[in-house]
């Protein structure tokens, strides 16, 4: 596909403005550039919603939403939303996309928390999601990250002591290996992060509880809970603007079929649920789930995990209530899956972590550190992993900085690796978007019974993989309205001019198997359905047939008294 810009380094703020004005100024077809809300810091959280506004109004369509970002560091996410929307801008007479944006819309949010990502590329500091002191007001005793060396980056920092549990590796003096039982000779050290230490006893390093650490991905109101139960989680659900701003304008969007919110690092797909375990979630929405994991795959290569049973593990007291993905789906009855980007350890050879409850060995652990520095080295990036160098430090007199880069080599990928990673995702976001649900009438048919009297009947259908209503969940929240099923152009001489049919299933819900005697399929509920009027007319008078689904978008045909279609 044809792109314009380059993606040779993290876009800010500015840079992404100005773009996204670029693109509303100069495809008005395709392009619609507005405002969901201020952040924090009163800069705009723009929303970009693109579509063939010449086959229909941007809302009226199912919809697919990317999400660059919730967590302000992961800043790859916000350029795989770029590269979609320039994707979809720039490929317009492509017969797939010119399809895609004729039936559907997709609305992307590149960067919903900016003042918090602006603060990570342009300070050393690493941040969660917003630049405001949380929980507590002011910096708490313990060691704070800073860049002391001034080399614009916070890396690792060793302290040599007689009660150290690491030590420099024979081969690689980089790397740092567990002390052994036996180990009682040599120089040993313990390792900190880069930085100063508040309320020092000369003594004791403790890590400070973080600054900023509040965590919009904790902020959302299904399932919330307070500080003590959820860290990160706020005072109130909605309590940060940020998050506030897209509570509200996700709940007015009932056209919205499907949401992808980009992450990093891990190389995964990720699904819900969050808050309870995958077996006690819905069955039907579960097996569509992997489904769309299976083409995930098929794009990226990443592994394919549920949040709660997978990522997080069944028997973990770590909790993930208050998340966006969870609000999305069990609060407003959308498919959202979660991608972390920046698949390192598959890129190194390491030994994943997942899925849980899988647990490294120690020897494992290290192996995994070796094949990073080997990866390292063989892609000529050691500016992004320093050996350890002398500093002279204010409190704790001689230490060694060094190690990751942990902003650019862990967290994202160094920006020589960043056009692989924001192609891929486009790729599986299009093959996505055609699985949305789509009304289509199959035919319509005139008959006359008498003079001035005609008896019309339509079938309407849905052509899409997902049903009508997207998700089981959109059913049990009660949002679900019946498609509704118009005529006009004539008067109805017996029944009602809108007809509600309920819900149509998708073709990936019908019952599909082989068996010894072939492949054989079974309904679960209709795909399409029929609808009747009797009218008053002339013969030869157009009356006009108009679905109305909320997010399968519309559909409308025509035919004259007397003909069919």
Request: aromatic letters at 10%; charged letters at 25%; proline letters at 6%.
């Amino acid at each position: 596909m044809k792109t314009v810009y380059s993606y040779d380094h993290y876009y800010n703020y500015r840079e992404i403005t100005d773009i996204l004005h670029e693109y509303a100024e100069k495809y008005p077809r395709y392009a619609r550039l507005t405002s969901i809300g201020k952040t924090s810091e009163g800069r705009e959280m723009w929303l970009l919603s693109v579509s063939d506004s010449g086959c229909g109004d941007f809302d009226e369509k199912p919809a697919y939403m990317a999400v660059g970002h919730v967590h302000a560091g992961e800043v790859t996410g916000s350029m795989c939303a770029m590269y979609l929307a320039d994707v979809l801008l720039h490929n317009t007479e492509n017969e797939e996309i010119a399809s895609l944006l004729k039936n559907s819309t997709f609305y992307i949010m590149p960067r919903p928390v900016a003042d918090g990502s602006e603060y990570y590329l342009t300070h050393p500091d690493m941040i969660r999601s917003i630049n405001q002191p949380y929980p507590f007001e002011s910096e708490m005793p313990g060691l704070v990250p800073a860049d002391l060396d001034g080399d614009g980056v916070i890396r690792n920092m060793i302290v040599k002591t007689p009660f150290g549990c690491w030590k420099k590796d024979e081969k690689d003096s980089r790397l740092l290996v567990l002390r052994q039982a036996d180990d009682v000779c040599g120089d040993f050290y313990n390792v900190y992060s880069e930085g100063m230490i508040n309320d020092f006893d000369g003594v004791h390093i403790e890590s400070a509880p973080p600054k900023y650490g509040l965590d919009l991905n904790r902020n959302y109101p299904m399932n919330w809970n307070p500080e003590y139960r959820q860290p990160g989680g706020g005072i109130y659900p909605g309590q940060v603007i940020e998050s506030r701003n897209l509570i509200e304008w996700i709940s007015t969007r009932r056209n919205l079929v499907s949401t992808i919110i980009f992450h990093t690092f891990g190389g995964m797909y990720l699904y819900p649920p969050a808050g309870i375990p995958a077996a006690q979630a819905d069955q039907k929405d579960q097996e569509m789930f992997k489904a769309f994991m299976k083409m995930a795959k098929e794009e990226t290569g990443y592994h394919q995990l549920r949040i709660k049973d997978d990522f997080l593990g069944l028997d973990t007291d770590y909790p993930a209530n208050g998340s966006l993905d969870d609000y999305l789906y069990h609060g407003n009855g959308v498919f959202c899956h979660s991608v972390e980007t920046w698949n390192l350890s598959d890129q190194c050879g390491m030994k994943p972590e997942y899925p849980k409850p899988l647990k490294l060995t120690q020897e494992e652990e290290e192996d995994n550190q070796r094949k990073l520095l080997e990866w390292v080295d063989r892609n000529h990036l050691n500016d992004f992993y320093l050996d350890w160098t002398e500093f002279d430090h204010p409190q704790l007199g001689k230490v060694e900085i060094g190690g990751p880069d942990k902003k650019y080599l862990l967290q994202n990928p160094p920006v020589q690796f960043l056009p692989q990673e924001v192609e891929k995702h486009t790729r599986y976001i299009l093959r996505h978007a055609k699985a949305m649900p789509h009304l289509a009438f199959d035919r319509a048919v005139s008959e006359k019974l008498a003079d001035g009297l005609y008896k019309v009947e339509a079938v309407i259908g849905n052509t899409g993989f997902m049903p009508t209503n997207a998700t089981n969940e959109f059913n049990t929240l009660k949002l679900a309205r019946d498609i509704e099923v118009t005529l006009s152009g004539a008067e109805i001489a017996d029944g009602k001019a809108v007809q509600k049919i309920g819900q149509l299933e998708g073709y990936g819900t019908v019952r599909r198997e082989y068996s010894f005697f072939g492949p054989s399929n079974s309904e679960r509920g209709p795909v399409s359905k029929k609808v009747t009027w009797y009218v008053r007319g002339d013969e030869g008078c157009e009356v006009t047939l108009t679905a109305v689904s909320q997010k399968a978008g519309k559909a409308v045909t025509s035919l004259k008294l007397g003909e069919s279609r």
